[in-house]
């Protein structure tokens, strides 16, 4: 039995998986979606960011999100850092744009995306198992898949792997790589009946530190609070082995008190489940006819609800990738090497912030947070360099603030920050005192900064274009223009001299930089460090 080829599989029909097909079929792609499940199912994972508000406005779901509901989830409330009382966070202290996520029932949110794939003209088939992504010479070529108990294999030109934790591709290709840092286990259940945190904050996310490691309280607009408990991976196996997954749940409960307390008048209507050992990562995630994307290529610890919010990424990244190699297989390559960046350099911001967030919690002696403070320690990067590079490029996420203002942060990373915004306030006052006055000063690129080509992400697929890279830092695109200014750098020209350089490099599009363009974007690369000193002629 075979079914007509596609142009792109893509295998799941979760966050990531409809993403990606929105994403391409609005490509003018053909595209097949394979679901093992029939929607709407369970999930786990209600707790949603605000930057993936403007994906989902893009996708053309946020409407129906909007309308299905939800709770406005404004912050998190939690019991971390030095104090044992509750404190708060909101978004709109970092996100005036989307001060707000949503609290959201998976399986009505995941249904919400899958349907809208479906009004973008993506062939969704649900009960549909894919068994095997198939390869010819080393490029995947299409799927194997089961329906109904009837095998048939299905070719497209390209495969995109949404199989969740599944990790179809990764398996089979022996890709995936645990991550030791975050070797924990999870159970979690539904509540009725709980009590809510105080007005402001009842619809924020709860989360506890306590002896054996941290609990969520999730409020959602069914009426159901979904209560989770975050452990030791070994603590959490043994005491399952012991008591059965019933009384290893009870006993976290038991431990926890804030969590406890809430729940006190509560009834649990569904659960506990366990997931253990969900942390790793892809060595690759792009290859000849296929892409990851989502939790088939990583999951990092859940502690800052990012899971949602990387597939929703990893989808619309991962669409741009398979439609620049479908239309350009020369840049299949490189735009592989750049989708990985981009997907990663994500991944490892949010890895990085929960490891100093785990780091800092001073609220419980025990074994579990004494080994990950140790673990901390000993993995952590320069702190100084671990905080550019977590910040450096991003819009404020609002975390990194938070473990230093509530956490006991170890003293050299709370140093290394503090000289990081010293450094850029220092910068700033210097570039507005110095005005135009600046174009007789000699800039002098930071060791190791350079421009380079490479593909960027453009509207909907990569593209040629410039980037600035520097030792620690995400590369940064940016016009021809600007990068003909880092090119004109030579550590001992004026930047007068310097933009008459840089016009001659551009040129026809060169004398947009003549005057204050040139003089402001000289300001900015010095204000982020791109060039590390403006010296007097």
Not at 173 to 195: I, K, S
Request: overall charge negative; charged content about 25%.
């Amino acid at each position: 039995m075979s079914t007509p080829a596609a142009d792109v599989i893509v295998v799941g029909g979760g966050p990531g998986g409809s993403t990606a097909a929105t994403m391409l079929a609005g490509k003018g792609w053909k595209v097949v979606l394979f679901e093992r499940e029939t929607f709407p199912r369970s999930h786990i994972g209600e707790s949603l960011l605000p930057a993936s508000l403007p994906i989902l406005e893009e996708l053309g779901a946020l409407p129906a999100v909007q309308e299905a509901g939800f709770l406005k989830k404004w912050g998190a409330t939690m019991v971390w850092g030095r104090e044992r009382e509750p404190w708060s966070w909101h978004f709109r202290e970092t996100n005036e744009r989307n001060p707000h996520a949503y609290q959201v029932w998976r399986p009505e949110f995941d249904k919400i995306l899958l349907d809208n794939s479906r009004a973008h003209g993506v062939d969704v088939r649900e009960r549909h198992r894919v068994l095997e992504v198939l390869f010819d010479e080393g490029r995947a070529t299409g799927v194997r898949v089961e329906h109904e108990g009837v095998q048939s294999t299905v070719r497209a030109r390209f495969v995109v792997d949404a199989s969740g934790q599944e990790g179809l591709l990764g398996r089979a290709l022996r890709l995936r790589e645990p991550d030791e840092q975050f070797r924990n286990l999870a159970m979690f259940a539904y509540f009725t009946g709980a009590e809510k945190l105080p007005s402001p904050d009842e619809t924020n996310i709860f989360i506890e530190s306590y002896e054996h490691g941290w609990t969520w309280v999730i409020p959602l607009h069914t009426g159901w609070t979904s209560v989770g408990f975050v452990v030791d991976s070994k603590h959490g196996q043994e005491t399952v082995a012991r008591l059965g997954l019933e009384g290893a749940y009870a006993t976290q409960l038991a431990a926890s008190g804030h969590t406890a307390r809430m729940l006190r008048d509560a009834t649990r209507v569904e659960g506990p489940t366990v997931i253990r050992d969900w942390s790793y990562v892809s060595r690759e995630v792009a290859g000849d006819g296929y892409v990851l994307v989502g939790d088939a290529a990583c999951f990092i610890d859940p502690l800052f609800s990012t899971g949602v919010h990387l597939a929703l990424s990893a989808g619309v990244l991962g669409a741009a990738y398979v439609t620049t190699a479908l239309k350009d297989p020369d840049m299949r390559v490189p735009a592989g090497r750049v989708y990985k960046d981009l997907y990663y350099h994500q991944y490892h911001l949010f890895r990085e912030l929960a490891q100093l967030f785990y780091a800092s919690n001073r609220t419980v002696d025990s074994y579990f947070w004494e080994a990950r403070r140790i673990i901390g320690a000993v993995e952590s990067m320069s702190p100084r360099a671990a905080f550019v590079r977590a910040a450096a490029g991003q819009p404020p996420q609002g975390y990194e603030r938070i473990v230093l203002e509530r956490g006991q942060a170890p003293e050299d990373v709370a140093d290394g920050v503090r000289l990081v915004e010293e450094e850029r306030a220092q910068r700033r006052a210097e570039v507005l005192a110095q005005g135009i006055r600046m174009a007789g000063r000699v800039p002098v690129l930071t060791p190791g900064a350079a421009t380079e080509r490479k593909p960027i992400l453009g509207e909907g697929e990569f593209v040629w274009g410039h980037v600035i890279s520097a030792p620690g830092r995400p590369d940064v695109p940016v016009s021809r223009a600007v990068a003909a200014l880092v090119e004109a750098i030579d550590g001992t020209s004026a930047v007068r001299d310097v933009v008459e350089r840089a016009v001659a490099i551009c040129g026809p599009s060169g004398p947009r930089l003549v005057g204050f363009p040139a003089l402001e974007a000289i300001g900015i690369l010095y204000i982020d460090g791109v060039i590390s000193e403006l010296r007097s002629l």
